[in-house]
């Protein structure tokens, strides 16, 4: 089909112009028109005979050619274009033996049209098209705006006429009902795509081109084999540079070193194309550059219009939002809902969400997605253990006035350094495709994908660990700072370090625990008032009370079946899963470690093994079991001591033991694990608990 305005050509006496396309060879209107002579005008040639000719060779062009050539042939026959459809449509009737009236209607002119493009079909059953656009492929949904005004400029430059709005809705019905049930299914992704162990990062620019990464590198491909979505808002990333350093990126960032380390981690999952994703929350004082480097975070991933949003009101509006792009920042979060906690628990890792079709009882619309999000404010919002266990908090430094900069002038430097940036981050994500068969972890967190890919990266940017090391001290404090911000865990904690076990009703806790709240937090919002809403708050804090050394067991018992709470001190886990594995134990002996009295059925709380020592190695770990012992008590919060404090105590550092006469802390020499045999075999991996 031809995307310019029909042209004509000329008979002998130049002024009766035949449609070009009548004019070419083998068409049945080109036949017809070849019957008059050269030389004579039309009127002649009809006056002769050739009108019957012509107008059954009219009956057999398709509707768009026909509604190009019908006014001008109309004109030389000096009748209405009425009449012509008529005799048209009589000499397709004996053709055919039936049929509808002759002018193509603009609704088959446009299914016509679209007969250039491509479709195909979503596995959600969204119908699409490829369609080419001055040289470049570009991707569309049926009913989006894009595919729209492609198909009503293509009718215009066939017709010179603009298409009808009832037209155009008819016509797309007819589109989308052969793309959903005569079309092949390709899946359509945003922004970022993974595809036969490849990764592709549309770059969002004129020409529709992307990033393809491999594990030998990667390269910017005019066609890549996958197909992406362009939604309104979204921003061309510039074209990556070889030969930058993701060490440059330090320089827009006021962050810590291990925090920029893990900052940059999930940059790299972001730039995968699968989740689950980590939740970043940064954290920190008026003024210390939170929503800028939130807004320069995604500049390097998926600029957008609006870089930086307000928490949504409703799963409906996050879900809509997570469909047209990739990365989501929400800026100045002061709280965050319970609900809202849930729905970013299930985007971060994988949900999905459905609602009623509008003027529909039966139809749903369903969102899936899986997205990387920011969240910034000045205080840590997180508070749910559920949502804190997938997230990274990083807290960012106050900025000196004598270190600021104009807006203006930061944001000059960052763009004219991310074309290099983004290409170092690609270098990591090639690095990480290569090692990421062959990373193993000594233990696997909640977050285990996003731990693994980042340790894969990892060594494109910094040393090998220095990811684990970093993670695994972030998620201690995770801990901490949930727990702590709980009362409830809080009380659950003072509970065990007064009575070390306890055990009974959800309702008899319930009062237990009031009377250690005292009167003020009970009356509090944040306090249940009902033993169901104790048991979700217990059941929810489980996990990171497991963690610090608390053990909630529900149970039940009697004839009744009663439902019991049982409470039990038992060895903290150091930062959980983070614990390195024991080295393998010799044949020997074994040390009891006890903590303390905690009962009958907890006093042996830990069983080391060790290889053969001396007399002063043995004292050492018993002195060592004293001070861990000590922890319980002199932490400073009537609980298991903070796994910190457990790893400060292995190296002999603790700083919160009993104090010497001087003042000077006291010191518990470190297990060196020298071999009484002078083997040299290492024991500092040994996790005491």
Same mark, same amino acid.
């Given at each position: 089909?031809?995307?310019?305005?029909?042209?004509?050509?000329? !008979?002998?006496?130049?002024?009766?112009?035949?449609?070009?396309?009548?004019?070419?060879?083998?068409?049945?209107?080109?036949?017809?028109?070849?019957?008059?002579?050269?030389?004579?005008?039309?009127?002649?040639?009809?006056?002769?005979? $050739?009108? !019957?000719?012509?107008?059954?060779?009219?009956?057999?062009?398709?509707?768009?050619?026909?509604?190009?050539?019908?006014?001008?042939?109309?004109?030389?026959?000096g009748c209405r274009t009425s009449t012509l459809d008529r005799e048209v449509?009589?000499?397709?009737?004996?053709? #055919?033996?039936?049929?509808?009236?002759?002018?193509?209607?603009?609704?088959?002119?446009?299914?016509?049209?679209?007969?250039?493009?491509?479709?195909?079909?979503?596995?959600?059953?969204?119908?699409?098209?490829?369609?080419?656009?001055?040289?470049?492929?570009?991707?569309? =949904?049926?009913?989006?705006?894009?595919?729209?005004?492609?198909?009503?400029?293509?009718?215009?430059?066939?017709?010179?006429?603009?298409?009808?709005?009832?037209?155009?809705?008819?016509?797309?019905?007819?589109?989308?009902?052969?793309?959903?049930?005569?079309?092949?299914?390709?899946?359509?992704?945003?922004?970022?795509?993974?595809?036969?162990?490849?990764?592709?990062?549309?770059?969002?620019?004129?020409?529709?081109?992307?990033?393809?990464? #491999?594990?030998?590198?990667?390269?910017?491909?005019?066609?890549?084999?996958?197909?992406?979505?362009?939604?309104? @808002?979204?921003?061309?990333?510039?074209?990556?540079?070889?030969?930058?350093?993701?060490?440059?990126?330090?320089?827009?960032?006021?962050?810590?070193?291990?925090?920029?380390?893990?900052?940059?981690?999930?940059?790299?999952?972001?730039?995968?194309?699968?989740?689950?994703?980590?939740?970043?929350?940064?954290?920190?004082?008026?003024?210390?550059?939170?929503?800028?480097?939130?807004?320069?975070?995604?500049?390097?991933?998926?600029? !957008?219009?609006?870089?930086?949003?307000?928490?949504?009101?409703?799963?409906?509006?996050?879900?809509?939002?997570?469909? /047209?792009?990739?990365?989501?920042?929400?800026?100045?979060?002061?709280?965050?809902? @319970?609900?809202?906690?849930?729905?970013?628990?299930?985007?971060?890792? @994988?949900?999905?969400?459905?609602?009623?079709?509008?003027?529909?009882?039966?139809?749903?619309?369903?969102?899936?997605?899986?997205?990387?999000?920011?969240?910034?404010?000045?205080?840590?919002?997180?508070?749910?253990?559920?949502?804190?266990?997938?997230?990274?908090?990083? #807290?960012?430094?106050a900025i000196p006035e004598e270190h600021r900069r104009p807006e203006a002038?930061?944001?000059?430097?960052?763009?004219?350094?991310? =074309?290099?940036?983004?290409?170092?981050?690609?270098?990591?994500?090639?690095?990480?495709?290569?090692?990421?068969?062959?990373?193993?972890?000594?233990?696997?967190?909640?977050?285990?994908?996003?731990?693994?890919?980042?340790?894969?990266?990892?060594?494109?940017?910094?040393?090998?660990?220095?990811?684990?090391?970093?993670?695994?001290? /972030?998620?201690?404090?995770?801990?901490?700072?949930?727990?702590?911000?709980?009362?409830?865990?809080?009380?659950?904690?003072?509970?065990?370090?007064?009575?070390?076990?306890?055990?009974?009703?959800?309702?008899?806790?319930? #009062?237990?625990?009031?009377?250690?709240?005292?009167?003020?937090?009970?009356?509090?919002?944040?306090?249940?008032?009902?033993?169901?809403?104790?048991?979700?708050?217990?059941?929810?804090?489980?996990?990171?009370?497991?963690?610090?050394?608390?053990?909630?067991?529900?149970?039940?018992?009697?004839?009744?079946?009663?439902?019991?709470?049982?409470?039990?001190?038992?060895?903290?886990?150091?930062?959980?899963?983070?614990?390195?594995?024991?080295?393998?134990?010799?044949?020997?002996?074994?040390i009891d470690l006890k903590i303390n009295d905690l009962g009958a059925d907890?006093?042996?709380?830990?069983?080391?093994?060790?290889?053969?020592?001396?007399?002063?190695?043995?004292?050492?770990?018993?002195?060592?079991?004293?001070?861990?012992?000590?922890?319980?008590?002199? $932490?400073?919060? !009537?609980?298991?001591?903070?796994?910190?404090?457990?790893?400060?105590?292995?190296? @002999?550092?603790?700083?919160?033991?009993?104090?010497?006469?001087?003042?000077?802390?006291?010191?518990?020499? =470190?297990?060196?694990?020298?071999?009484?045999?002078?083997?040299?075999?290492?024991?500092?991996?040994?996790?005491?608990?």
């Amino acid at each position: 089909m031809r995307a310019s305005t029909p042209t004509s050509t000329r !008979n002998g006496h130049g002024d009766h112009p035949i449609p070009r396309e009548a004019a070419g060879d083998g068409s049945p209107l080109a036949e017809a028109l070849a019957r008059a002579e050269p030389a004579e005008p039309w009127s002649l040639a009809l006056e002769a005979g $050739d009108r !019957n000719t012509l107008i059954r060779a009219l009956a057999r062009l398709s509707p768009l050619e026909y509604d190009r050539v019908r006014e001008k042939v109309a004109e030389h026959l000096g009748c209405r274009t009425s009449t012509l459809d008529r005799e048209v449509t009589d000499a397709r009737r004996k053709d #055919t033996g039936g049929g509808d009236g002759c002018r193509p209607a603009q609704a088959d002119l446009l299914v016509e049209i679209a007969a250039e493009a491509e479709p195909f079909r979503s596995p959600d059953a969204v119908a699409c098209t490829d369609i080419e656009v001055a040289g470049h492929r570009e991707t569309w =949904p049926v009913r989006s705006q894009g595919f729209r005004r492609w198909l009503c400029r293509r009718f215009y430059e066939e017709t010179g006429k603009v298409p009808g709005t009832e037209a155009l809705q008819a016509a797309l019905g007819v589109i989308e009902a052969r793309a959903l049930f005569d079309a092949p299914e390709r899946q359509l992704f945003v922004r970022v795509a993974e595809h036969e162990g490849r990764i592709f990062l549309d770059l969002a620019d004129a020409a529709w081109r992307a990033v393809e990464i #491999t594990a030998r590198g990667w390269r910017v491909v005019e066609r890549p084999p996958v197909r992406f979505r362009r939604a309104a @808002g979204m921003r061309p990333l510039p074209v990556p540079e070889p030969g930058g350093r993701v060490e440059t990126l330090r320089r827009f960032l006021n962050v810590g070193d291990d925090d920029f380390v893990l900052v940059v981690a999930w940059l790299l999952a972001a730039l995968r194309g699968r989740g689950p994703y980590s939740v970043l929350a940064l954290s920190g004082e008026q003024g210390s550059g939170k929503s800028t480097a939130a807004a320069m975070l995604r500049a390097l991933v998926d600029p !957008n219009a609006a870089p930086l949003r307000a928490l949504p009101r409703e799963d409906r509006d996050l879900f809509i939002a997570a469909k /047209n792009a990739h990365l989501l920042a929400f800026d100045n979060v002061s709280g965050i809902p @319970g609900w809202l906690s849930d729905t970013l628990c299930r985007l971060a890792t @994988g949900g999905g969400f459905a609602v009623r079709q509008l003027y529909s009882d039966q139809d749903e619309v369903l969102f899936d997605a899986t997205r990387p999000i920011v969240l910034n404010g000045i205080e840590d919002v997180i508070g749910r253990p559920d949502l804190a266990d997938r997230a990274i908090f990083v #807290t960012l430094e106050a900025i000196p006035e004598e270190h600021r900069r104009p807006e203006a002038e930061l944001w000059a430097a960052f763009e004219a350094a991310r =074309p290099a940036i983004l290409g170092a981050l690609l270098d990591a994500v090639a690095e990480g495709l290569r090692r990421l068969p062959d990373v193993r972890l000594p233990g696997l967190p909640r977050m285990a994908d996003f731990a693994l890919w980042a340790s894969a990266c990892e060594t494109a940017f910094t040393a090998a660990g220095a990811f684990w090391e970093a993670y695994a001290e /972030n998620r201690e404090g995770a801990i901490w700072q949930v727990i702590e911000a709980d009362p409830v865990a809080s009380a659950v904690r003072a509970l065990v370090a007064d009575r070390r076990r306890w055990r009974g009703t959800v309702s008899e806790l319930l #009062t237990a625990l009031g009377e250690l709240a005292g009167e003020r937090l009970t009356r509090s919002k944040s306090w249940p008032t009902t033993p169901r809403a104790l048991s979700g708050r217990l059941r929810r804090a489980a996990t990171f009370l497991r963690r610090l050394g608390v053990e909630i067991a529900f149970l039940r018992e009697g004839r009744d079946r009663r439902r019991i709470v049982e409470i039990t001190a038992i060895p903290p886990e150091d930062a959980g899963t983070f614990a390195s594995a024991p080295s393998a134990p010799s044949a020997s002996s074994e040390i009891d470690l006890k903590i303390n009295d905690l009962g009958a059925d907890a006093n042996e709380i830990a069983t080391v093994p060790t290889p053969s020592a001396s007399p002063n190695q043995t004292s050492a770990c018993e002195e060592r079991a004293d001070a861990t012992a000590a922890l319980w008590t002199q $932490d400073g919060r !009537n609980g298991p001591p903070r796994p910190s404090a457990l790893k400060s105590l292995k190296h @002999g550092t603790h700083s919160g033991l009993d104090r010497d006469a001087d003042g000077a802390d006291a010191k518990i020499p =470190p297990f060196s694990g020298e071999r009484a045999d002078g083997v040299g075999e290492r024991w500092d991996d040994v996790e005491f608990f």
